[in-house]
Structures are given as structure tokens and as C-alpha cells.
């Protein structure tokens, strides 16, 4: 798959984090949102990351959702260790010739030769410190997915780290760590800052840019250098295609390639025509998917699943509001255990339908499911009903 370069962007970001901005708090931390699959984790390893170290930044990357099995805070740990690894490794031999236990940075804090590579023994603020000075630059830390933090008490434990760490090395204009946070999930995102009890209360949220025109004219300039006689490009199609496809250039690229192949069987179209096509079967297959899934649950799931996607951040599944919804959807009573257990029947489900926080909070797990729901809402066709027209919720066959 092409890459499309967003090097302004990533430009703007890298002063933002700098605090070479007249305004703005990216100093303080970044948080970025976008869905999955439209390019964001892309971005920040072949844009924001080559940006940085072009900046003279030392740069940690590690993505929460690589090793799901793995708890988040020791996945940030390993990342800062290994940022932090090849700096100390002359020190460290340059120590073991001299039969030395432990190397010092700054001055002040040392490391341990034996664990060179590991964080064990040391403090995540005091190896975030460690790399800077050995590194003698600035570093920035990029945590994709980041809300899968909240998902363990560790993870929760190495966010507030990660804020004592930026207390501990910035001051007002010295920006010595920079923290980028993103997320597929605005609203997980934002449960690391609009508490009081968040490791970042009174950061901001930023919605990352979808892909657009600009991208749209890209690729339209390398069909028609490939395919000269496909000039001109209808770009105002594709660009409607790649938005029915949710912005997800994968997606696109996979479509624009079967409507280019001389193995299509839509020779009769135009190839613009063949992609928004496609697009509007994906599109009608993410619904179906989704539709399937909530079909296929039990009475009480539906109810909870119905009270998720309401309430979002409202949501709280055992106070007497949710509990008398869920009697007037399934027409039975209720109780607290059996919405308990609804709710770990979601988490288990593969994928899982419900996210849960390592402090009882719960969200859909794709954050798609919102906007299907708001678009039957606005059609007026929620919820979805089964084949013999009544609706599932009643728990009748």
C-alpha cells in the first residue's frame, strides 16, 4: 500500500510539542484521536517519528494493541528501555571491564549493569530522565492506543508515571519530554483527562485530520502517471468513495486496485464508478455485520448494549435508571448480578462488543458501533428487528 507523506502536518505537531507555538498545551501532552484504519498509527511512525528525530528528538514508540496479552504498563516500559538501552551500552561494558555494579547519569542516578535494557530497579520518571541525559537531547514518547492503559491497574500506575515525569523535567520553556497519546476511541481517550482523578486532568482532545482531497489528488496523480489513458481522474468521486469506506484508506486502496486489475468484471464502468460501488458495499456490509452481532445477543445484551450506546460516557449500568431500562426492553425483571453478568458475556465475546477500565468504567469496543447507532437514530429504524418483524428486544420468537 502507498504511503501518503503528511510532512506539514507532522511539521505543525513537532512545533506544538516543542512549545514553539504562541498557543496551545501540546507541551503538556498530546492527544490524539482518529478511528481505526485511517492512517494514524501510520502517521506517527512514518511522519510525527522521522519529524522528531529530525528535530534532534530522541524518540520511544510502543503501541498498546501490538501484544494484547502483554500488560500495557510494562509494553511502555520495555519501549523506554530500549530507547534507553543502546545509549548506556558503552557505559554499561565500559563499567563491567571495570568490574563496576552500576554506571551513573548525571551525576545523580544510577543504573544497575546487569539490567541494561530493563527498567527493573529504577523508576519509569527516573529512566525517562536517565535517556535524556544520556542521550543529551530532548525525547519524546509515543504511546498509540493509549487508553488500553486504563484496561489494568499497572497501565493506570504508569500514566500518572508518566505525568510525574513530565512535571519532573519540563519547566516554562524547557521542554524536555514530550508525551503523544493516541487513541481509536475519543471517548477512552478522554478518560485520561476530564477527571479529576486522570493522570492528565485539563489536557484537550485533539481529533486527528482525516485524510481527504489531499490524498484524494495523490493518488490520483499516480493512476495517471501509470495509466495515461485514464485522464482525467474523476476525483470528486473517489473522494466520495473514500469517505463511504470511513476514511479507511486500506479499504480504498484495496477497492481502487480490483476496479484498476484487467481481471475486473466491471470493464463496462469507469473505475471511479467501480470504487464507489464497492465502497457502498462496504459500507452496507459493516452495517449488516453490526446489525448480525446485536441480532445475535440475548434480550438483557441488547439492553445493556442499547444503554452503552445512549448513555457513553453517561453510562452507569446498575443505578436505578439503567436497571428499570432494562426492564422495560426485555420485560422482565432484572437484577445488579444479572446485568454483571451480561456485561462480562460482551467483554468475552470475540471481538468483544464492551470495553471495561481498570476502574469499573464501561465503553462499546469499536467506536463504529456509535455511529451506526446515531444513523438508525436519525433513521428513525432503531433498534434493528428480526426477520419476522418484532422487535428482539421483547425476547419473543
Given at each position: 500500500?502507498?504511503?501518503?507523506?503528511?510532512?506539514?502536518?507532522?511539521?505543525?505537531?513537532?512545533?506544538?510539542?516543542?512549545?514553539?507555538?504562541?498557543?496551545?498545551?501540546?507541551?503538556?501532552?498530546?492527544?490524539?484521536?482518529?478511528?481505526?484504519?485511517?492512517?494514524?498509527?501510520?502517521?506517527?511512525?512514518?511522519?510525527?517519528?522521522?519529524?522528531?528525530?529530525?528535530?534532534?528528538?530522541?524518540?520511544?514508540?510502543?503501541?498498546?494493541?501490538?501484544?494484547?496479552?502483554?500488560?500495557?504498563?510494562?509494553?511502555?516500559?520495555?519501549?523506554?528501555?530500549?530507547?534507553?538501552?543502546?545509549?548506556?551500552?558503552?557505559?554499561?561494558?565500559?563499567?563491567?571491564?571495570?568490574?563496576?555494579?552500576?554506571?551513573?547519569?548525571?551525576?545523580?542516578?544510577?543504573?544497575?549493569?546487569?539490567?541494561?535494557?530493563?527498567?527493573?530497579?529504577?523508576?519509569?520518571?527516573?529512566?525517562?530522565?536517565?535517556?535524556?541525559?544520556?542521550?543529551?537531547?530532548?525525547?519524546?514518547?509515543?504511546?498509540?492506543?493509549?487508553?488500553?492503559?486504563?484496561?489494568?491497574?499497572?497501565?493506570?500506575?504508569?500514566?500518572?508515571?508518566?505525568?510525574?515525569?513530565?512535571?519532573?523535567?519540563?519547566?516554562?520553556?524547557?521542554?524536555?519530554?514530550?508525551?503523544?497519546?493516541?487513541?481509536?476511541?475519543?471517548?477512552?481517550?478522554?478518560?485520561?483527562?476530564?477527571?479529576?482523578?486522570?493522570?492528565?486532568?485539563?489536557?484537550?482532545?485533539?481529533?486527528?485530520?482525516?485524510?481527504?482531497?489531499?490524498?484524494?489528488?495523490?493518488?490520483?496523480?499516480?493512476?495517471?502517471?501509470?495509466?495515461?489513458?485514464?485522464?482525467?481522474?474523476?476525483?470528486?468521486?473517489?473522494?466520495?468513495?473514500?469517505?463511504?469506506?470511513?476514511?479507511?484508506?486500506?479499504?480504498?486502496?484495496?477497492?481502487?486496485?480490483?476496479?484498476?486489475s484487467p481481471l475486473s468484471d466491471q470493464q463496462h464502468l469507469r473505475f471511479e464508478q467501480a470504487v464507489f460501488l464497492a465502497a457502498q458495499e462496504r459500507q452496507q456490509a459493516d452495517e449488516t455485520q453490526m446489525?448480525?452481532?446485536?441480532?445475535?445477543?440475548?434480550?438483557?445484551?441488547?439492553?445493556?448494549?442499547?444503554?452503552?450506546?445512549?448513555m457513553g460516557q453517561r453510562f452507569r449500568p446498575y443505578d436505578a435508571e439503567a436497571l428499570r431500562f432494562y426492564r422495560e426492553k426485555t420485560s422482565a425483571k432484572v437484577t445488579v448480578q444479572q446485568v454483571q453478568?451480561?456485561?462480562?458475556?460482551?467483554?468475552?465475546?470475540?471481538?468483544?462488543?464492551?470495553?471495561?477500565?481498570?476502574?469499573?468504567?464501561?465503553?462499546?469496543?469499536?467506536?463504529?458501533?456509535?455511529?451506526?447507532?446515531?444513523?438508525?437514530?436519525?433513521?428513525?429504524?432503531?433498534?434493528?428487528?428480526?426477520?419476522?418483524?418484532?422487535?428482539?428486544?421483547?425476547?419473543?420468537?
Amino acid at each position: 500500500m502507498i504511503h501518503f507523506p503528511r510532512e506539514a502536518l507532522a511539521r505543525e505537531l513537532v512545533a506544538a510539542l516543542r512549545g514553539l507555538t504562541a498557543f496551545g498545551d501540546a507541551h503538556n501532552g498530546l492527544f490524539l484521536a482518529a478511528p481505526r484504519r485511517t492512517g494514524k498509527s501510520t502517521f506517527l511512525q512514518a511522519d510525527l517519528k522521522p519529524a522528531l528525530e529530525a528535530a534532534g528528538v530522541v524518540v520511544a514508540y510502543v503501541d498498546l494493541w501490538a501484544d494484547q496479552r502483554r500488560d500495557p504498563g510494562l509494553l511502555i516500559a520495555d519501549a523506554v528501555a530500549r530507547a534507553l538501552a543502546p545509549r548506556l551500552g558503552m557505559m554499561s561494558r565500559a563499567a563491567r571491564a571495570a568490574r563496576l555494579e552500576s554506571v551513573t547519569i548525571a551525576g545523580a542516578l544510577k543504573i544497575d549493569v546487569s539490567k541494561v535494557g530493563k527498567v527493573d530497579g529504577v523508576t519509569l520518571p527516573e529512566a525517562l530522565r536517565a535517556l535524556c541525559e544520556a542521550a543529551e537531547a530532548p525525547v519524546a514518547l509515543i504511546v498509540d492506543e493509549a487508553q488500553h492503559a486504563l484496561t489494568s491497574e499497572a497501565g493506570e500506575a504508569t500514566m500518572a508515571a508518566l505525568k510525574s515525569a513530565r512535571d519532573q523535567l519540563n519547566s516554562p520553556g524547557q521542554v524536555h519530554l514530550m508525551l503523544v497519546m493516541s487513541g481509536s476511541d475519543r471517548d477512552k481517550l478522554l478518560r485520561l483527562v476530564n477527571t479529576n482523578g486522570a493522570p492528565f486532568y485539563g489536557s484537550q482532545i485533539t481529533r486527528m485530520p482525516p485524510l481527504g482531497q489531499d490524498f484524494i489528488d495523490h493518488v490520483s496523480r499516480l493512476i495517471t502517471a501509470q495509466r495515461p489513458e485514464l485522464a482525467p481522474v474523476d476525483g470528486v468521486t473517489l473522494l466520495h468513495a473514500f469517505e463511504r469506506f470511513g476514511h479507511r484508506p486500506q479499504f480504498f486502496m484495496e477497492a481502487l486496485g480490483q476496479a484498476l486489475s484487467p481481471l475486473s468484471d466491471q470493464q463496462h464502468l469507469r473505475f471511479e464508478q467501480a470504487v464507489f460501488l464497492a465502497a457502498q458495499e462496504r459500507q452496507q456490509a459493516d452495517e449488516t455485520q453490526m446489525e448480525s452481532e446485536y441480532l445475535s445477543l440475548k434480550p438483557l445484551e441488547q439492553a445493556v448494549i442499547w444503554r452503552l450506546l445512549e448513555m457513553g460516557q453517561r453510562f452507569r449500568p446498575y443505578d436505578a435508571e439503567a436497571l428499570r431500562f432494562y426492564r422495560e426492553k426485555t420485560s422482565a425483571k432484572v437484577t445488579v448480578q444479572q446485568v454483571q453478568n451480561a456485561l462480562e458475556s460482551l467483554r468475552k465475546r470475540h471481538p468483544a462488543l464492551v470495553w471495561k477500565s481498570a476502574r469499573g468504567e464501561y465503553a462499546v469496543d469499536d467506536a463504529a458501533m456509535y455511529r451506526w447507532f446515531e444513523q438508525r437514530v436519525r433513521r428513525a429504524n432503531w433498534p434493528p428487528v428480526d426477520p419476522q418483524g418484532q422487535l428482539v428486544v421483547d425476547g419473543e420468537t
